[in-house]
């Protein structure tokens, strides 16, 4: 089997229609109330312990908070 072939066929398997784990309701209400007392997002990746990434999904899409600065 070339290596060329394997690349393709793993293309085109698909993705899997489950949830983030990381996005669970109660991990978002944690997310909340820490995010009400200190907004730095270093410290709710440390507090909660999952990744940078899921820290943003969860407070832009289940939260609908975005990032403001100020000038």
């Known amino acids: 089997?070339?290596?060329?072939?394997v690349i393709r066929s793993h293309v085109n398997v698909p993705r899997s229609e489950r949830p983030i784990e990381a996005a669970m309701p109660e991990i978002i209400?944690?997310?909340?109330?820490i995010v009400l007392i200190d907004r730095r997002v270093r410290k709710l990746v440390e507090v909660t312990d999952i990744s940078h990434d899921i820290v943003i999904s969860i407070l832009h899409e289940q939260l609908g908070l975005k990032k403001l600065s100020v000038r």
């Open 29 to 33: 209400n944690k997310v909340y109330d």
């Open 1 to 5: 089997m070339n290596l060329n072939v």
